[in-house]
């Protein structure tokens, strides 16, 4: 099984609409991170979390929101999708400031 | 902020050439890290720097840390063709996260 999961892979919806995109890791690691990557962009920052009741804006947070709803969850939320949240989501987790590991991504398309 | 900038965007080389791309932050960074994308996938991590001047090897791939900790390299020797994907650099600067470089897209012709 894979360490890292996201759910939904792909979601296409339209503007205005709420949408959630999850996180589940099994590393056991404390801190989490939700990145968006867009062509010739790189990944950019969301929200990262460092435990359930640390949570803190990344780079780009504005029109998103977080929930770490345990050590192994995190679920980032987007309250009124618009077209230029269209964008490949990574959610990624590390033990303190080493590697990352990322999970497999959620293409989102919002029309 | 911390900003991470990544040349080239794009490199197309023949199989067995070399490739390098670079990376220089605009602020001093206690480490970097590199990971490597391959198409349809999710980043992997490669390798960190911590110490200044650190010159770390695997195998064909070669990763520098400058001596003023603002800028790294990625040189591979003699690429293949399993060496395509895109390569990103990330520093971990005085904030908790990381910052990642925009990639460098790597084609190699067969």
């Known amino acids: 099984d894979a360490d890292v999961t996201q759910t939904p892979r792909n979601r296409i919806t339209k503007t205005g609409k709420r949408i959630m995109l999850e996180c589940s890791q099994t590393?056991?690691?404390?801190?989490m991170y939700w990145y968006r990557q867009d062509p010739g962009l790189g990944l950019r920052l969301i929200y990262y979390?460092?435990?359930?009741?640390?949570?803190n804006k990344g780079e780009i947070s504005d029109g998103y929101s977080v929930s770490r709803q345990a050590q192994a969850k995190f679920s980032l939320s987007l309250e009124s999708a618009i077209p230029n949240q269209t964008a490949l989501y990574f959610c990624a987790t590390s033990d303190l400031l080493y590697e990352q590991f990322f999970g497999p991504g959620t293409r989102l398309t919002v029309l | 902020g911390q900003q991470v900038m990544q040349i080239p965007q794009y490199q197309h080389v023949q199989e067995g050439e070399d490739f390098t791309t670079y990376c220089n932050s605009s602020?001093?960074?206690?480490?970097i890290q590199w990971y490597k994308q391959r198409p349809g996938g999710h980043p992997v991590f490669l390798i960190q720097?911590?110490?200044?001047?650190e010159v770390k090897k695997q195998k064909r791939l070669t990763f520098q840390f400058g001596e003023a900790k603002k800028n790294s390299s990625l040189h591979i020797t003699a690429t293949q063709t399993t060496d395509v994907g895109t390569y990103f650099c990330?520093?971990?600067?005085?904030?908790?996260?990381?910052?990642f470089g925009s990639g460098t897209q790597l084609t190699v012709l067969p």
């Open positions: 602020t001093t960074l206690s480490n």
């Open positions: 590393k056991g690691h404390d801190r």
């Open positions: 990330a520093g971990g600067g005085s904030a908790r996260q990381l910052t």
């Open positions: 720097l911590v110490k200044s001047g």
């Open positions: 979390s460092f435990d359930v009741k640390d949570i």
